[in-house]
Nanobody
């Protein structure tokens, strides 16, 4: 069974840090570009960060640039989102998703659309 399982969410004070993990099972991540998304209450889902299949290129939403870092460990079949200097407006359910990418595009495609598989999400609450 193909699955993505997020973990690492929780309650943190403003200015704090969390590291989210997204573990894949039933398939290997090395053929996929990966994205992190979030959905706050009453808001649409938005792309937060993505990383190419090769891991050589990343992208961040302006709202998280300089505070969040995406990384991938293909040996562990896991992708991470390190979140620092968290703000109350970062409160949301965070999802990871993957998109299959041909090898010749491994350094190029870093997408927030056309995702093939989604996790169920992990809740991040930033509050004092």
């Amino acid at each position: 069974q193909l699955q993505l399982v997020e973990s690492g969410g929780g309650l943190v004070q403003p200015g704090g840090s969390l590291r989210l993990s997204c573990a894949a099972s039933g398939f290997t991540l090395d053929s996929y570009a990966i994205g992190w998304f979030r959905q706050a209450p009453g808001k649409e889902r938005e792309g937060v960060s993505c990383i190419t299949r090769s891991g050589s290129n990343t992208n961040y939403a302006d709202s998280v640039k300089g505070r969040f870092t995406i990384s991938r460990d293909n040996a562990k079949n896991t992708v991470y989102l390190q979140m620092n200097s968290l703000k109350p407006e970062d409160t949301a359910v965070y999802f990871c998703a993957v998109r299959g990418v041909a090898a010749y595009l491994r350094n190029v495609v870093c997408a927030y659309s056309g995702m093939d598989y989604w996790g169920k999400g992990t809740l991040v609450t930033v509050s004092s």
